[in-house]
């Protein structure tokens, strides 16, 4: 297929729901294997196994400096301006280079800063490979976003997923989950990701336009554009993630695994999120109309508030026998959590305005200070409250992210803060 007919088909509405529907694929995916993990080797192994997951999670954005963001950007104004460059074959030559510096990252930092008792090697080795294939897949799943090819997307979330729920289940009724299996399941769903979204590009755009031609000046408008989103990218995965490294160092390993297994479930309710604010960057990048800001912050904030009171009834019914089964202590972090998740979906679709607008450096100045916050509260609550410590430093500082990138959207693009949150605006006069 050539770009001008993915540019006819561009944002098809059922290809859009499909896309933020299958978010939750992997979130699924999660709800079901984490209850099937706990059961097998505890919370103290789970949580030894989240602090393997989490560099699989951190290390390829921080070391991707902004590449998959700079990749939705160019690739969106391609598809929307048939006289701007193909940005493809630099992407995919700036994403091998990357790929390899991450997987030098991620031997560095397991050899000198992991806990003695996480010095694995064999789960190490799982986790650099993991860790590159995901590096690489980020990209060009940003490439398919960027280019409208939800549809790929959709069906890499829910193949990988179908495999991983399909593995662990197996895996579960022979007996033999360790944290070295599951990080063989993840090893190889991201290699079928990585597969898929490969394939999609070569079918789609013909494997021409991948590789060849570049210039010099099309290779320096992404990496400029993705060293002025590098900041958040680096910062908004520690947002997200440096709570659980820093809780294994300075609590035990329970503790690690119930608040580990608190993120897994509130971030797996609230993945649309995700999918809007994906939406949201590359919509914007093709410049359309600013009306469809708020329709996704919409859509975002009530898709949000529906999984937490779905959470909310499922906790009720389910709380005898999660106390019974130990597991009590996961639910008011979870709920912290989850609520902070909804709260502050509006103001992640704000973050995906400033980025899809040009203006990415203010998002990383959000995200930052909600980071220097977020550290500060998990000093000073973490030793003491634990997981319920930690999720309620990561829900403060989250929201506040949020806001000041609202904040930023209204000083700097003339938006208001009922263009995010009810009571929503009758019309937009700057549409």
């Not at 450096?361 to 998990?378: E, K, P």
Request: with cysteine; proline share 3%.
């Amino acid at each position: 297929m050539s770009i001008n007919l993915l540019r006819k088909r561009n944002w098809a509405s059922k290809d859009r729901i499909t896309f933020v529907i299958s978010l939750h694929f992997p979130a699924l995916a999660n709800l079901l294997a984490v209850p099937l993990t706990l059961s097998k080797i505890g919370l103290e192994a789970f949580g030894q196994l989240s602090y393997y997951l989490v560099i699989c999670a951190i290390i390829p954005a921080i070391g991707g400096l902004g590449l998959a963001e700079s990749a939705v950007f160019h690739c969106g104004r391609w598809l929307g301006d048939k006289n701007t460059m193909n940005p493809l074959p630099a992407i995919n030559i700036l994403a091998l280079i990357q790929t390899g510096l991450v997987s030098l990252l991620v031997l560095g930092i397991s050899a000198n800063l992991s806990p003695n008792n996480l010095k694995d090697t064999q789960a190490i080795s799982l986790t650099c490979i993991t860790t590159a294939l995901i590096s690489i897949s980020n990209v060009w799943r940003s490439n398919c976003t960027g280019l409208s090819l939800l549809r790929t997307v959709s069906l890499e979330r829910l193949l990988s997923s179908i495999f991983k729920i399909t593995a662990i289940a197996f895996m579960f009724g022979f007996d033999s989950i360790s944290i070295i299996s599951i990080l063989e399941v993840q090893t190889i769903a991201s290699a079928l990701s990585a597969i898929t979204l490969l394939l999609a590009l070569c079918l789609n755009c013909g494997i021409r336009e991948l590789v060849w031609p570049t210039t010099g000046g099309i290779v320096r408008s992404i990496l400029k554009y993705s060293m002025s989103q590098a900041p958040a990218s680096i910062v908004g995965p520690l947002l997200s993630r440096l709570d659980q490294f820093i809780l294994g160092h300075l609590s035990s390993a329970e503790a690690l695994g119930t608040y580990s297994t608190s993120v897994s479930a509130s971030e797996g309710l609230t993945l649309s999120t995700g999918g809007f604010r994906d939406l949201t960057s590359a919509q914007q990048a093709q410049k359309l109309q600013l009306l469809k800001i708020r329709h996704n912050s919409k859509l975002a904030l009530f898709t949000s508030l529906i999984m937490l009171g779905i959470a909310l009834i499922a906790t009720a019914i389910a709380w005898d026998q999660l106390d019974s089964s130990g597991y009590s202590a996961v639910i008011t972090p979870f709920l912290i959590l989850l609520s902070a998740s909804a709260i502050g979906a509006p103001g992640s679709i704000a973050g995906a305005v400033l980025m899809g607008r040009g203006k990415p450096m203010l998002r990383s100045v959000s995200l930052f200070l909600g980071l220097a916050t977020d550290v500060i509260l998990l000093l000073w609550l973490a030793p003491s409250g634990a997981a319920l410590g930690a999720a309620i430093a990561t829900a403060i500082s989250g929201m506040s992210a949020g806001a000041l990138n609202i904040a930023f959207c209204k000083s700097k693009l003339g938006l208001e803060w009922s263009d995010f949150f009810p009571p929503w605006r009758a019309n937009l006069e700057h549409d």
